[in-house]
């Protein structure tokens, strides 16, 4: 199965900072999605993303299939936005539509 | 429009017992898939079905079992809980089978906590 690699693992921002997180995948994907997950558990889609660019207010996401990544910006973050975030991404060419996730990037904001 | 619903939110078991988790998939979605989430790491598919049928299936043991329902819902069984079974388990809908058949973003449920004692 394919491998997903998320960095940094840990990232800790004032509010109103930026950051860049990043998803390398060892093979190509297809239903790129971006996922956050809240405190309690529950898994909310940001962007299905199997290329391109796409933009919902502050938060922005790039992919590059060619080159196996995709990039999850965050502009003037806020202490709502804490939480885990994930990619994930279906092996092209399989049957189904499982997702293989990476291992999340933890994001804290401080006020 | 509802969104998917899980239940229970939370249970607790011991070693031994078995475990009935159950889903409701978003209305008109006819493919429902199951994930299990260790604390601290990413989901890990368990299984999928569309139509009522299997149509895959993860590095899990025989201890784990599904079903899904003429109305689309569906059910993850565990047999013989193990103290490694406590997780989150998520369930996902989405309207294809596949990701060739187009735009096909899995919407997931809150999910069930399972703490086996």
């Known amino acids: 199965g394919i491998q997903v690699e998320q960095s940094p693992p840990d990232l800790i921002l004032q509010e109103g900072a930026n950051s860049t997180l990043r998803c390398n995948f060892s093979?190509?994907?297809?239903?790129l999605q971006w996922f956050h997950q809240n405190p309690w558990g529950q898994l909310i889609n940001l962007f299905y993303?199997?290329?391109g660019t796409k933009q919902n207010g502050r938060l922005s996401a790039t992919t590059v299939a060619t080159e196996r990544y995709s990039l999850l910006y965050i502009s003037s973050s806020q202490t709502t936005d804490s939480g885990v975030y994930f990619c994930?991404?279906?092996?092209?060419?399989?049957?189904?539509?499982?997702?293989?996730f990476g291992g999340g990037t933890r994001l804290m904001v401080k006020p | 429009d509802a969104g998917v619903t899980q239940s229970p939110t939370h249970l607790i078991k011991t070693r031994g017992q078995h475990v009935t988790l159950r889903c409701s998939p978003i209305?008109?979605?006819?493919?429902v898939s199951w994930y299990q989430q260790v604390l601290g790491q990413g989901p890990q598919f368990i299984f999928q079905?569309?139509?009522?049928?299997?149509?895959g299936r993860g590095n899990f043991p025989d201890r784990f079992s599904a079903r899904q329902f003429p109305n689309y819902s569906s059910e993850l069984n565990v047999n013989a809980l193990l103290l490694g079974d406590s997780a989150l388990y998520l369930c996902?809908?989405?309207?294809?089978?596949?990701?060739?058949?187009?735009?096909?973003?899995?919407?997931f449920g809150a999910g069930s906590r399972l703490t086996v004692l």
């Open positions: 996902a809908s989405s309207f294809y089978r596949t990701s060739r058949s187009g735009a096909n973003v899995l919407t």
């Open positions: 993303i199997p290329s």
């Open positions: 093979d190509s994907v297809n239903n």
């Open positions: 994930a991404g279906h092996p092209s060419g399989g049957a189904g539509n499982m997702l293989t």
């Open positions: 079905y569309y139509e009522k049928e299997e149509r």
């Open positions: 209305s008109g979605h006819k493919s």
